[in-house]
């Protein structure tokens, strides 16, 4: 018979945000790295939401926070799934077809 996981039994770089468990909607884990003039990592935070654009947003809200970080790439496990940009944003530039 199967089991039924929990949200930290979840394999990690899989983004689930969709299922539910439990009856509460599970955010995904992304990792944002801020990066130098030369595109090499000077910090890196974990974020965690519901949907990518979510996790885009709040890592373009922190680096208009930090004005020596000069730009974001947000992976989750092995996979780049937000490319530095080589000019700060002004804000999400993503667009969801509605």
Same mark, same amino acid.
């Given at each position: 018979?199967?089991? *039924?996981?929990?949200?930290?039994? *979840?394999?990690?770089?899989?983004?689930?945000?969709?299922?539910?468990?439990? !009856? #509460?909607?599970?955010?995904? %884990?992304? /990792?944002?790295?801020?990066?130098? #003039? %030369?595109?090499?990592? #000077?910090?890196?935070?974990?974020? #965690?939401?519901?949907?990518?654009?979510?996790?885009?947003? %709040?890592?373009?809200?922190? *680096?208009?926070?930090?004005?020596?970080?000069?730009?974001?790439? =947000?992976?989750? !496990?092995?996979?780049?799934?937000?490319?530095?940009?080589?000019? /700060?944003?002004? /804000?999400?530039?993503?667009? =969801?077809? !509605?």
């Amino acid at each position: 018979m199967g089991s *039924l996981l929990t949200s930290g039994q *979840l394999a990690f770089g899989s983004n689930f945000a969709h299922l539910k468990f439990l !009856g #509460e909607i599970c955010h995904a %884990r992304y /990792r944002c790295y801020f990066l130098n #003039e %030369r595109g090499r990592t #000077e910090a890196d935070e974990n974020i #965690e939401a519901h949907a990518l654009d979510e996790a885009v947003d %709040r890592a373009l809200a922190l *680096l208009r926070q930090q004005s020596k970080h000069k730009a974001v790439e =947000i992976w989750e !496990g092995p996979n780049r799934l937000y490319p530095a940009r080589r000019k /700060r944003p002004g /804000r999400s530039r993503i667009f =969801i077809p !509605g």
